[in-house]
């Protein structure tokens, strides 16, 4: 099972990273295979740029010590857009 993250957010609108290296450890104490962020249902639509590009470091630095695999979302409106997530 690979679970789509939830991007949570702060009172006054902000990514809560640490909130979101929390659900990290939920899905990993829970015996998943990975984790999926971001998508559709992880509010992928309203991230900036840096939000999406720090909540890929974020998450690479938290899964990595831990069996979990990490499949990071790179969509965008055109091909241009996706390869600069890939980078």
Known sequence: VFIILNTPFTAAGEVDWQDLER???FVDKAGC???VWPQGSSGVATL???E???GMEV???VTRPRRLTLALGVQGR???EMLAYME
Do not use: K, M, N, P
């Open 23 to 25: 659900e990290v450890d």
């Open 33 to 35: 295979a990975g984790v």
């Open 48 to 50: 900036t740029r840096d």
């Open 52 to 54: 999406r590009l720090r």
């Open 59 to 61: 998450l690479a630095q």
């Open 78 to 80: 055109d091909t241009g």
